[in-house]
């Protein structure tokens, strides 16, 4: 049996049989997927999306073991009602190249608890957790609490926003609509794409984080996030070098598009990037729809792109010109820190 750890929050509801308690072993990720599962159809989740659909146990176990800066003994909470785990809250943390520390908190409860205020009682949990972390990081005046959420969750952006967040960026998923004819895209002159190799893997890296500096939300990368990337995708099972575009100018990577095949079939174009100096030219352009192509060659059905909402550096209105159709939005929200 089991020896559960278990919390008193002070903004718990008075319901028989509630309560909250600490990650507890392995076991807890098959009742965090029985949860999303279970809010699937309420929320109107797309099975089929990397991002917000349902999990399996193992990669939900992976991804997980993955993240950084989370110690599921601490910064994980659980919620159960008569023994059976009806929601949960999960806190992981990160920095941005702009030295904000990002405090992000991610929770759900089953829809047939909701609206008891159990959701309120476990993000202030997740906002007392983490206010121990920014006096124990240092970062008082550099730290906001962070959460996402999709459009259709309506109860949780309620929730957000009674607690003071504000919506402060959006992306978008788009999946690609076989019925659109694949345009033709030529790689334009002085460009060439070549197979990848290992020894390619770093300059490809480097590349692509170097094109997206100016992001919304970009991390300063490291060493240490090269050896993750590595890690990541030589032990993704969708990992195939022979489905990425790399367009080289002489011997610099300009652009690259990089491609995968997930869980049930889908297929994600997860990087698509093009260096400054070599923009402007339709070099984007032709590394997506030879990244379409390469996966479509695959009888892949279903090709799944993200991009920001806003559509700042004009990567939404190509996406949708090669014929790209947007499927779900996904709202950041956020507040400061403020020790109490």
């Known amino acids: ?18 309560a909250f308690r600490r990650f507890a072993d392995v076991s807890d990720f098959a009742a965090m997927v029985a949860i999303i599962e279970a809010c699937q159809d309420y929320d109107q989740v797309d099975p089929l999306s990397s ?10 176990k992976d991804s997980f073991s993955q993240a950084d800066n989370i ?15 009806i929601g949960f809250q999960w806190v992981r943390w990160w920095t941005q190249a702009d030295d904000t520390w990002i405090y992000y908190h991610r929770g759900r ?5 909701r609206g008891h205020g159990i959701g309120t009682a476990t993000l202030r949990w997740a906002e007392n957790r983490i206010r121990q972390l920014v006096q124990a990081h240092g970062t008082v ?10 459009s259709r969750e309506a109860t949780y952006n309620e929730l957000l926003v009674t607690e003071g967040y504000t919506p402060v960026h959006s992306f978008i998923e788009l999946g690609y609509d076989e019925s659109h004819p694949l345009p033709q895209a030529e790689m334009p002159a002085e460009f060439e794409l070549r197979p990848a190799t290992p020894a390619d893997y770093r300059a490809i890296w480097q590349a692509n984080e170097e094109a997206f500096v100016d992001e919304w939300g970009h991390r300063r990368t490291t060493d240490e996030d ?12 969708g990992f195939d070098p022979a489905l990425w575009q790399i367009a080289w100018h002489g011997d610099e990577v300009a652009g690259v598009a990089l ?7 889908v297929g994600e174009i997860s990087e698509l990037s093009v260096r400054e100096a070599w923009r402007g030219q339709g070099l984007a352009r032709a590394l997506l729809v030879g990244a379409v192509r390469a996966l479509q060659q695959r009888d892949v059905k279903h090709i799944r792109i993200f991009t920001d909402a806003a559509d700042a550096f004009g990567a939404r209105s190509l996406y949708e010109s090669v014929g790209f159709r947007s499927l779900t939005e996904y709202i950041r929200y956020q507040k400061p ?3 109490t």
């Open 51 to 60: 991002e917000a659909g349902v999990p399996t146990v193992a990669e939900l």
């Open 109 to 113: 409860v089953t829809p047939r608890w």
């Open 337 to 339: 820190v403020e020790l």
């Open 1 to 18: 049996m089991t020896d559960y750890q278990y919390l008193e929050l002070p903004d718990a509801p008075s319901l028989p049989g509630l």
């Open 71 to 85: 110690d599921l003994a601490e910064d994980m909470l659980l919620v159960s009602l008569d023994g059976t785990v």
């Open 226 to 237: 090269y050896i993750k990337f590595l890690g990541n995708i030589v032990s993704n099972p």
């Open 141 to 150: 005046g550099r730290a906001v609490f962070q959460a996402n959420t999709t």
């Open 259 to 265: 491609s995968e095949i997930r869980g049930r079939g």
